[in-house]
């Protein structure tokens, strides 16, 4: 029997990456869904893997910028994200990296996201996957591509601020 007084903490990430106090951490960003598109409303969703998945990214074995999110027969599916198995994968085991993976919301959230893609033209985007509470998270963002004035705009600020720190820094 566990006393109630201790507080187990678990660590998932072994690769040194930050973590911080609620025990979650950055598995993998998709920078590139924040250039390609304007972000609007962000939804945490929970993935389902296989054992030998969940080992490969403890160790950060993760490709996930070219990944895109579909919605089929009422149930969202994580397309394009690639996980390459460690190398001491059990042997009975078939491992196929680009696995379609499906994501975990409930009903009435995955409702509504349908009617947004469907009616609106949004699109679903993975933004980031991480550790939370010893579990992976998906975030997911409804976005709208931006078009290519928006992205050289974007481009343009970001080099601004850039300059801007730089001038500050040097006063």
């Given amino acids: 029997m566990i ?3 201790i507080n187990w903490t678990f660590s998932p990430c072994k690769s040194g990456k930050a973590v911080n106090s609620q025990g979650s951490s950055t598995i993998a960003l998709n920078k590139r869904a924040r250039f390609e598109y304007q972000l609007e409303e962000r939804i945490e969703a929970g993935i389902s893997l296989m054992g030998w998945e969940v080992k490969a990214l403890r160790a950060g074995n993760i490709q996930f910028g070219e990944s895109h999110v579909l919605v089929r027969g009422g149930e969202a599916f994580l397309f394009g994200c690639v996980i390459n198995p460690l190398t001491s994968a059990s042997t009975h085991v078939q491992a196929d990296p ?18 947004q893609v469907e009616r609106k033209g949004y699109t679903l985007v993975p933004t980031a996957m991480y550790w939370k509470k010893g579990k992976v998270k998906v975030e997911i963002a409804l976005a709208k591509g931006k078009k290519q004035h928006d992205k050289r705009r974007t481009e343009k600020e970001r080099d601004w601020q ?10």
């Fill in 3 to 5: 006393p109630d007084a």
């Fill in 98 to 115: 680009m696995r379609t993976r499906r994501l975990l919301l409930h009903k009435h959230e995955l409702a509504r996201l349908i009617g």
């Fill in 162 to 171: 850039r300059e801007k720190g730089r001038i500050l820094k040097q006063r």
